[in-house]
């Protein structure tokens, strides 16, 4: 019997899947932009940019992006702490790529919403 270690997911070895699953949420490529606009932003900036996130789930997506080296973190010895967040290299060099999906995005939105609607409707019970 193989140990739960030795055995591979696909996600854990195809570099798409393993990447993609990672910052592949409603939230990771929102922060990034709000990063790479701002350059240099704190935790509850960030809050401000993306309204609707909960700081549960703000702080869940740094750390992702943090330990995939997309952000780094700088703390500040003071009182209140002080943190921001920044675009790494590889963090910027992702954000032409986030750009060529949101202008694809913006000129096909119509079309896959109507296949979708048309799909919809031909497939109801």
């Known amino acids: 019997m ?8 696909i996600i ?6 393993n990447v993609v699953a990672r ?4 939230w990771a490529i929102l922060v990034l932009l709000d ?3 701002a350059g240099i932003v ?9 309204p609707d996130i909960s700081t549960r789930v703000l702080s869940g ?11 780094s973190r700088k703390i500040y010895a003071q009182v209140p702490p002080k943190v921001e967040y920044s675009l790494t290299d590889t963090g910027k060099s ?9 202008e694809w995005a913006l000129s096909n939105m119509k079309s896959v919403m ?11 019970s």
């Open 35 to 37: 990063i790479d606009k």
């Open 94 to 102: 992702l954000i032409p790529l986030i750009m060529q999906l949101t």
């Open 114 to 124: 109507k296949h979708r609607a048309d799909y919809e409707s031909s497939h109801e």
């Open 2 to 9: 193989k140990k739960k270690e030795d055995s591979n997911s």
């Open 42 to 50: 704190r935790f509850n900036e960030l809050g401000r940019l993306i």
């Open 23 to 26: 910052f592949g949420n409603k």
């Open 61 to 71: 997506t740094l750390k992702t992006l943090e330990a995939d080296g997309l952000i």
């Open 12 to 17: 854990e070895i195809c570099p798409v899947r």
